[in-house]
């Protein structure tokens, strides 16, 4: 574990300084800025399976980031491997960062030559937070995360734009209080 | 919105139609009189789930030589450098794809292949048996297919490997696999990972139980060398082509997981 951390907390630090570092390069939790998280309008429950953020009452705020850095690295996008043909592979295994946008303008643009490029543009963007959300769920779950609900607003400021500043964000939120409100358990 | 959703899987799933051997790969429908003392030979049994017509398959990947990659990491550059104007140009909002997210079709040597259930050695109402021809070398785990072709998840999250020598039988055990949203009738899975995972896409989940030097060898194989695969963890790896990612099903002393870490169960300790 103590790895995995200094390999986090190495690679946040990469951005610059941050203000208040305390442990191994991280920020002081404090000094990270987080979005609204309230759940207790209905309808953000029930779109709670789109919009989530994740919390583990066990974890620090450094291994949160651990976590979060390593599940994160799985939304790196690339193109479906041929299968059969040819998957580079060599040891010891690197894993990469993710900086990518999304999969599916690269992974799966035939789509839009089966349907109208403007129900693509709608559905597209819908099937990708599916298929990242899955993702971050099947790596996060077994380490003891849940997920809560949160505005749709408040998930894509801890979704998008730089990738180590959403880090941040969502490892104060997993690794702070637990919610009262807005477990997802569906 | 979910129904239109759960039929873009469909259209999104790798084409299962176009199944063609990898290269270097048989598949034998009849037991061989003698082995071949160049090749490596793989015997497994798997499980017959099944999505729809398809069959829910293992991808096998053997780790290939240094030149292997070399020569297919250069290629891919260079199929990459003359795409690139059209790429550029077709670019949506500017962004390029870069080269890992560059289809290429490679027509140098192949790695890895599905085991398909359609081309056995025994046939079996909850198993088949396969017999399978292929290079020698060390081989992992990788992931599950939907039909005979394509990826669909990867065993990403933790697997296993093993090394398939030549002249002999290296006896897999037996392979499992099916959709693992809600239980499933597959033994020895990890499953019921959530129903709303199936809402953007397939999640499959592959188990393994070892061969055992106890255990019976196929009365068609008994003249031959068949000896039980010794498997050995593998930590987390990429593969961002994969529609979903997962990991094999622990494996009582080979493979186990402490959080998100994989356990080398031989060691008890963490696999970088």
Known sequence: MRGRLMIAAGWLACSGPLAGQTVEGLPDPATITVPDTSASDPEVLKEGYKFFYFHNPSVSFAEASADIAECRSFLASGAPPSVPGFIPWTEPIKRKQNSGPGMFGATYGLIGVGITAGLAAIIMPKMERGVRNNKLRRCMEPRGYSRFALPEASWKVLNQGDEKQLILMQARLASGPRPVLGEVTE | ?272
Do not use: W
Not at chain 2, 2 to 30: C, H, Y
């Open chain 2, 1 to 272: 919105m979910k129904r239109l959703l759960l039929a873009l899987l469909i259209l999104l799933a790798p084409a299962p139609a176009i199944a063609r051997e990898a290269k270097g790969v048989t598949a034998l429908k009849v037991a061989p009189a003698a082995l071949d003392p160049t090749k490596a030979y793989l015997l497994l049994q798997t499980s017959r789930a099944k999505s729809g017509i398809f069959s829910i398959e293992h991808v096998l990947l053997r780790i290939p030589t240094q030149a292997e990659t070399d020569g297919y990491m250069a290629a891919k550059k260079v199929a990459y450098a003359k795409a690139l104007p059209n790429l550029t140009k077709k670019a949506k909002d500017g962004r390029v794809p870069t080269i890992e997210e560059f289809a290429f079709d490679y027509d140098g040597p192949e790695n890895a292949f599905n085991t398909k259930n359609g081309n056995f050695l025994i046939d079996g109402a909850e198993m088949r048996t396969l017999l399978l021809e292929v290079p020698a070398g060390t081989y992992v785990l990788y992931g599950t297919s939907l039909g005979s072709s394509g990826l669909v998840t990867c065993n990403c999250l933790g697997t296993v490997k093993f090394e398939a020598k030549p002249g002999q039988i290296t006896n897999m055990g037996s392979l499992y696999a099916d959709k693992v949203h809600k239980p499933s009738p597959v033994p020895h899975l990890e499953d019921n990972v959530g129903p709303s995972m199936f809402s953007y896409g397939f999640i499959f989940g592959a188990g393994l139980v070892p061969a055992s030097a106890a255990d019976p060898v196929p009365d068609l194989l008994k003249a031959l060398p068949v000896i039980p695969a010794e498997y050995h963890a593998v930590g987390l790896f990429h593969e961002p082509g994969a529609a979903s990612i997962n990991r094999l099903a622990p494996v009582p002393g080979v493979l186990g997981y402490r959080r998100g870490a994989v356990i080398d169960e031989r060691t008890g300790d963490p696999v970088q």
